[in-house]
């Protein structure tokens, strides 16, 4: 019997899937940049098959990549070797009457965010993970990733979200643990192990989820400043204000991009070095609160302030189109670094200065979510330097003891870097890890964690 | 050389207690129900020399029990066999400057809740985490067993607070992660792995922390209610106010047991068979927001409302003098369970009935967390029951899929119920990874993971 028959025993017929141009669409991740060849794409629709099809390929020897909604930006979904059997979770869209009294949900690994947020939101509830990706991006993909976004500030990241999981471990056996009880401290956290662990551990089929109460009520400043450190000081006051929702930074050259793709006029009769957007949310309107802030703010060289929903969206506009915008003016290198606050302004300095030295004549363009430190590195026009432009703002970072993934992961893109981040005793304490739960390095192989030398 | 003439190399004389006079207050818990002899207790004053000890007990094969403030509750820091060294963190008491613009301190292992608590405070800041014990439990042990208490419904619990720490492994390696980035997607999340193992895959020694913005404003009610169902129903309502802080439930046999240990006088001029405690916390007095939410909720009885500090703290007495209040009364069996909200009421019902079952005439108290369905439950007058109590309450929970084991742990006093909260796969994953990490069993043995039989 061969492995794609075992396989078709397991999901049926039509779910394995070996021709080229059904294969296709799973092979090629979304930015066009990573593409790789599977043995066969297979889609289970459950637990149980799930964990079937890992013991039928772990018997086979056949290495697994996993793939939730392939909106992943490190090379962490598709598959490398050639030998590798896609799993895609795409079926498990199970998504559970929402919990009113907890306050949480349990959903299918491939229930994109955008059915979990409307299912949320019919039950009177929010989610508190949001980002652009939301049509497509999995339930599954963004814990195994530990996703980020715009509602950091307010809520934490997936991992913070997440209350369980039920993920199938490399030998086949499932872990599952629903229950998503608040408080429970009986042994190791195994659902925050494999949050974030980029399916190396083992594949989360399922989770539980807490849900946020709505916060109806949003009020939108977009400010001008002259530098980064007014920027940190405005972000350390307007912590202090209990409905602070968001705090996005951008910078002229990205702003100037922004305008000229969308169509949108200048936020202000001046032009700024560095934008900042903060958002306030509450039960109440907090457009007094933020009004009254900004009048405090010595540092704010113009602000505009928006309540209702288009006005919100509009001002939203100058950070949110930046992805887009970047996309429409070129193939750019993308990096997602963080660094301590102190260190930010330094790093914002530096960078034109470590781009030019490897890409002469490329842009640079920053834009990311303050409060946590953390920058989208955008590099247009950086020709075939990719590599050796990513080496240079990676050790840049590092140098600022910062991380080389504050967001994306590491994937296979990233893993080379690891070590700019992590230190020899923990990636030693992680190796150990994953030879404990998957011993045959059956699970992902070459994502994260890449052979030593 | 013996063991401890090597121990007094790395940490000097006067830290290696061999006298059985110096080493009997580490040998007991605070509680005094748990007591063992200890080969010596060994202080060492920095990271470096707890690895340094750490090095030496691998070598000679001495297992470690670790200690921080000694305020456990599950006979997790305590020595068993005799042949263990006692390695007290006490000594690593450097608490740095708060970093305002991150808003964050790093405190080693050994600082206090309340000394912690007060750096943040003459800082303009807060921490999130507060308990009874706080002027002598210690960071390292709160966060080796992921401490609650009454603000984890606003804040989360210890875990939660922990953006990255320093630890000694089995092997005497240092895991080193005190940058304290608020993302930082680039592998396993040892922190959260460590937080929560009871000392058994690692020595924590220092912790970097989140901190919050103070609440300066608050107001309190104290609710009476017919029914545990009732107090939840206004809990998932009370869920919406942004202001939130606490939520913690008690029953009519704790308050009365309070009124008589602390002189208290009646809250209402009617009793209730469930007090429900909320509060709420913001920038600007929130007790109008608190009426207005009172006044909606038809399930009150009765309810007052206090708003400055000295009416606050009455109200919080009824339900924080239940712990001095029993322990006034006779030595409790103490268990610490949760169960999903939806069963709380079923739990609360039964409870009576598989406590007299095994101990007749037994007195339980409940009180705890109601957002997390957090019930401690203290049973007097369980004679020489403790054991078969124990077991029958944590079945009960276990057949409503609680958690035998919500704040406290599971030490060695709960090890042998951890079936009843984790499957065997989770179990056995466990088990491979405390095998990774401590092939030889040296740190914590007993605790959490007994051998199986």
């Known amino acids: 019997v061969t492995l794609v028959a075992s396989l078709r025993d397991i999901v049926g017929e039509t779910h394995v899937l070996v021709d080229p141009d059904l294969r296709a669409p799973y092979e090629t991740d979304w930015t066009r940049r990573f593409t790789g060849t599977a043995r066969c794409v297979v889609r289970p629709a459950s ?12 018997a086979a020897g056949a290495p697994i990549v996993v793939q939730g909604g392939n909106t992943g930006l490190v090379n962490g979904g598709v598959p490398a070797s050639g030998s590798e059997v896609l799993l895609s979770l795409a ?4 998504l559970e009457p929402v919990d009113v009294l907890e306050a949480q949900v349990t959903a299918g690994a491939g229930v994109t965010l955008e059915a979990l947020q409307a299912h949320a939101r019919a039950a009177g509830l929010d989610f508190g993970v949001d980002l652009a990706a939301r049509s497509a991006a999995t339930v599954g993909g963004l814990v195994a990733t530990n996703a980020g976004g715009v509602r950091v500030l307010r809520y934490g990241s997936m991992r913070h979200q997440v209350t369980g999981l039920e993920a199938v471990l490399a030998d086949g056996t499932v872990i599952s643990r629903l229950t998503g009880l608040a408080k429970d401290n009986t042994g190791y956290d195994l659902t925050q192990l494999l949050a974030g662990s980029e399916g190396t551990l083992g594949i989360i089929t399922r989770v539980r989820l807490r849900l946020v109460p709505p916060l109806p009520a949003r009020a939108v400043a977009l400010i001008g400043l002259s530098s980064t450190g007014d920027a940190l000081s405005v972000l350390a006051r307007a912590r202090r204000l209990p409905g602070l929702a968001a705090a996005e930074v951008c910078y002229a050259s990205g702003v100037s991009l922004v305008r ?19 958002e306030l949310a509450g039960g109440s309107d907090p457009t007094d609160e933020l009004l009254e802030f900004l009048g405090g703010c010595e540092e704010i060289g113009d602000a505009t302030v928006a309540s209702d929903a288009a006005g919100r969206t509009k001002l939203w506009a100058y950070r949110e189109a930046h992805t887009e915008a970047i996309s429409a003016a070129g193939v750019p290198v993308k990096l997602d670094v963080s660094v301590p606050l102190a260190a930010l302004a330094d790093l914002v300095a ?4 470590t781009v030019e030295k490897v890409a002469p004549g490329a842009r640079t363009i920053l834009f990311g ?6 920058l989208h590195v955008n590099i247009l026009d950086a020709g075939a330097s990719g590599v050796e432009l990513t080496d240079a703002v990676l050790n840049l970072v590092a140098g600022y003891r910062g991380s080389i993934s504050s967001e994306h992961g590491v994937g296979r893109a990233k893993a080379r870097w690891l070590a700019l981040s992590r230190t020899p005793a923990e990636i030693a304490a992680m190796r150990r890890i994953k030879a404990a739960l998957d011993p045959n390095g059956l699970l992902n192989p070459g994502v994260l964690l890449i052979d030593a030398e």
């Open 260 to 278: 000229t793709y969308a169509g949108l006029g200048a936020p202000f009769s001046e032009d700024f070095p560095v934008y900042l957007l903060v």
């Open 47 to 58: 637990t149980d098959e799930v964990a079937a099809v890992v013991r039928v390929c772990a």
């Open 350 to 353: 530096e960078l034109p200065t």
């Open 369 to 374: 979510h303050l409060n946590e430190g953390n």
């Open 91 to 94: 079926r498990l869209r199970d």
